[in-house]
Structure formats: C-alpha cells, structure tokens
C-alpha cells in the first residue's frame, strides 16, 4: 500500500482548549459536503471552549473540536496559504473561553471543497448508510484509489464520507518541519484506529 495520503487529525497537547458549539453559522453540515461558504459567510462565527474542560485553555495550532473540523491557528493558516492549495476555503472563526471572552480572533476553519470520490471500493471494507446509499457509514479497512485523486489536490474530504480529512504525504511533511502544535497524521492502512 502507497504511503502518498495521510489522515488529519488533531495530537494530543496538554492542556490545551477543547472546542465545541460553533455559533454563527447555518447549515453547518455544509462543512462536511465541501460546499463553498466563503461568499456570505458571517463575520461573527465562535467556537466555545467545552466546560467539561475548565482548566485547558492553551491554544495551539490546530484545536480539538466536536464538529470534525480542522480550527488553525493564523500561523498554520498562514503555512497553508503559501500553498496555494486548491479547493480550500479559510473561514474566520473566533474561540471564545469559558467565562464568555473572547480568546482568539485570529483562527479560521480550513474548508476542504468538493469531496474526492477515490474511495477504491473494491478494496475497502465499509457500511454503507441504510438513509442515504451514496454515504458511508463507516470503514473496516480504507483503500483510496489515488489515480482519481486530481494532482492539484492536497488536502481534500472522501466523496460520502465526512469524518476525515485527507492530505499528500508531501504536505504533511512540510507542515512537520514548522512544529505546529496539535497537528498529527494517521497512515492511511491504520484507519480506522482501534
């Protein structure tokens, strides 16, 4: 199996804020459908520190939070954007403490657009959801098909699967070298974690 795609996900940091109830912003499953948000996105969208965690509050480049998004420091964002990565929005996003004050204004939510469909389904092992047959509702074993993978995306959500987000190993890397707090990877064959 290629090792060309990792898994984003958050890496532990002690004490740092655990992120919930996002506010401002309608339809949030529209995060996860990769639909373009940026024309008419509010200017005042928060995400709260989660009160079952009242001493963590360290902020760090990418922060745990309950709605499966990647919420970056203007520092990872920043790195991101010298990419000129395609098909990604960068949506502002304050964190708000848990006393009700402001405690970054700076942060935004990395918004991949247009899910891939490279989901190789002859080699996974998934449920497909009873609802809707197009979405997945889990995996056993992921296998992506990375020729339908277009080579000017770098950071991109499965076409009917929203719970990951998926990355070049390529950039991974980069990101690795400019230690940024909270950022970590999943291979792929490791997916899901048991």
């Known amino acids: 199996m290629s090792n060309a795609f990792l898994i984003w996900k958050y890496q532990s940091v002690p004490h740092a ?37 009242p001493d963590d509050l360290l902020l760090v480049d990418n922060c745990l939070n309950s709605d499966l998004c ?13 990419r000129e990565l395609a098909k990604v929005e960068y949506l502002p996003v304050s964190i708000v403490d848990h006393k009700g004050n402001t405690a970054a204004n ?23 959801s009873r609802i809707e047959p197009d979405r997945i509702d889990r995996f056993k074993k992921l296998v992506i098909d990375e020729a339908r993978v277009p080579k000017d ?29 909270g950022v970590g990877w999943l291979p792929i064959d490791k997916y899901p974690e048991k």
């Open 17 to 53: 804020c655990v992120l919930q109830d996002l506010r401002g912003l309608e339809e949030t499953f529209r995060l996860m459908e990769g639909v373009p948000m940026e024309a008419g996105y509010p200017n005042d969208v928060q995400f709260h520190m989660n009160p079952d965690f």
């Open 70 to 82: 990647i919420v970056a420091s203007s520092r990872l964002q920043q790195a991101l954007r010298r």
């Open 106 to 128: 700076d942060y935004c939510i990395v918004h991949p657009l247009e899910p891939v469909d490279c989901v190789d389904r002859d080699q996974s092992v998934f449920k497909v």
């Open 153 to 181: 995306r770098y950071i991109f959500r499965l076409k009917g699967f929203w719970d990951i987000v998926v990355v070049r190993a390529e950039l991974a890397a980069d990101l690795d070298k400019q230690n940024f707090t």
